[in-house]
C-alpha cells in the first residue's frame, strides 16, 4: 500500500534549520508530487510547497519564499523539506503528503505521520 | 489569498445522527475544493475532492456537495469513528488553503 513514513521528532533553538525527512514507497516515487502541510498546536492546517520528484521543480507560497526549500534523492524515494531562520511561531506538526493523482494538483493523499518541530531557546 | 470559512466551529450530535458542515470561500473556487477527517494524533485523511468526488475507500454515508462559494459536507448517519475534526481545503488559486476547521463531537 502506498505509504509515507517521516523522520522523528525535533527540538531546534531559534535562528537554526530543520530538515525532515519523507520516505514513499508502495508507488513510483518520481511519478506523484510531493506537498507539505504544517500544524500549529490546535490549530488549523498551512500548505507550505510542492515538489515534483521526478524534476526536481518546486512551488512554494509566498508566505515561506527565501526560507523554505524541498529536495529529494530519487534513489531512496526520500522527499526533504528543510525551513530555516526557525523562530518560535514555527513550532507545528509538518506534513508530507503525496498528491492524489496525475489528472490535478492540489488534492493530498494520503499523508505522512507528521513530524513535530519545536522551536524553543 | 482566498479565505474559507467553516461554520459551525462545533457540531454535538449523537451516533445515528445527520451531520451537515459548512465551508464558505471568499471568492468562487469553482468545484476545487475537498475536505478531510483529522483523528486526535493522526494526521488527516482525504474524504471528498471536486466537491462530490468520495476518496479511494470512503463509506458512502459521507457526501460533498457545493460549487462557487458555498459547499457542504454531509455524513447521512453517523457511526462512533466519524467524530472528528473536518477541514475544508480549496486548489483554485495559489496558495491553496484549508478552513479552519469544525468539529464533530459526542453529545
Known amino acids: 500500500q502506498v505509504q509515507l513514513v517521516q523522520s522523528g521528532a525535533e527540538v531546534k533553538k531559534p535562528g537554526a534549520s530543520v530538515k525532515v525527512s519523507c520516505k514513499a514507497s508502495g508507488y513510483t516515487f518520481s511519478t506523484y508530487d510531493i506537498n507539505w502541510v504544517r500544524q500549529a498546536p490546535g490549530q488549523g492546517l498551512e500548505w507550505m510547497g510542492w515538489?515534483?520528484?521526478?524534476?526536481?521543480?518546486?512551488g512554494y507560497a509566498q508566505k515561506f519564499q527565501g526560507r523554505v526549500t524541498m529536495t529529494r534523492n530519487t534513489s531512496t524515494s526520500t522527499a526533504y523539506m528543510e525551513l530555516s531562520s526557525l523562530r518560535s511561531e514555527d513550532t507545528a506538526i509538518y506534513y508530507c503528503a503525496k498528491r492524489r493523482s496525475l489528472t490535478e494538483a492540489g488534492w493530498f493523499d494520503p499523508w505522512g505521520q507528521g513530524t513535530l518541530v519545536t522551536v524553543s531557546s | 489569498e482566498i479565505v474559507l470559512t467553516q461554520s459551525p466551529a462545533t457540531l454535538s450530535l449523537s451516533p445515528g445522527e445527520r451531520a451537515t458542515l459548512s465551508c464558505r470561500a471568499s471568492?468562487?473556487?469553482?468545484?476545487?475544493l475537498a475536505w478531510y477527517q483529522q483523528k486526535p494524533g493522526q494526521a488527516p485523511r482525504l474524504l471528498i475532492y471536486?466537491?462530490?468526488n468520495r476518496a479511494t475507500g470512503i463509506p458512502a454515508r459521507f457526501s460533498g456537495s457545493g460549487s462557487g462559494t458555498d459547499f457542504t459536507l454531509t455524513i447521512s448517519s453517523l457511526e462512533p469513528e466519524d467524530f472528528a475534526v473536518y477541514f475544508c481545503q480549496m486548489r483554485s488559486n495559489w496558495p491553496w488553503t484549508f478552513g479552519q476547521g469544525t468539529k464533530v463531537e459526542i453529545k
Open positions: 471568492q468562487s473556487v469553482s468545484n476545487f
Open positions: 515538489m515534483n520528484p521526478k524534476s526536481g521543480n518546486t
Open positions: 471536486d466537491s462530490s
